[in-house]
């Protein structure tokens, strides 16, 4: 469904992605992991169109459904089903929970189904519900992650990318979170999630890779790499 194939990113003369390749099916949940800094956000921004890839003679492309998307602006690749949830979230803080969840929607495939959308929002996150007239900038760090995911799921994403879902939230929250991006995906929609919570992340996906100094150094299955050494002594303290 998604391909990112040899893929070099940097910022000005800084190079921070080096021949990253990976791939997503329909279907799955897929994990990048890596320490701060290892390039994460940066791979996550080059795929929704908010940075470019350096001039190299590498393939440097990114294919969505057997389509190049490299080279177009983020607001096309939301157009074709592909939704972004940013470490910064983008909220609109002056705005209720409700109109920022309908922002969302604005794009025609999403439009007409604004009230199922709702609808099932409200279910996967009964507390926007109950704040659905407070501003959003009155809301706590966990109904804010709450409320950035709605707000992708209103636009009726094919593919969803997570930067960072369990960043700042207390241990009950993050098993909630990780729940709900399960259910997500038991609807249908594909998950290439980035995270540094590497036990959770690893016990729902299907597949991960490991992001270090800009670089896949290891892939596999969720199950799979939650026994392997390296995984286990650097990411899990074991
Ligand atoms: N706008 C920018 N200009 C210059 N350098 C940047 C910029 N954004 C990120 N970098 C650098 O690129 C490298 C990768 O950053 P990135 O945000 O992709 O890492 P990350 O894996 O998401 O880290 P974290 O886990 O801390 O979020 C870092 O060394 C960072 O300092
Ligand atoms: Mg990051």
Redesign the pocket.
Known sequence: MFEVRELNVG??P?Q?LWDVSLKVEQGEIVSVL??????????LRTALGMLRPMETDKANSITYREQRIDGLSPEQIVRLGIALIT?EKHLFPDMTVLDNLKMGAYIKRAKGKRGESLELIFNLFPRLEERKNQMARTLSGGERQMLAIGRALMSKPDLLMI??PSLGLQPLLITKIFNTIKEIKEKGVTILM?E?NVYFSLEISDRAYV?EN?KIVMEGQGKELLANDHIRKAYLAM
Not at 34 to 43: D, H, Q, R
Request: no cysteine.
């Open positions: 910022y000005g800084v921070v890596g320490p701060n800094g290892a390039g994460k956000s940066t791979l470490e930067d960072e980035v540094q992001l800009g």
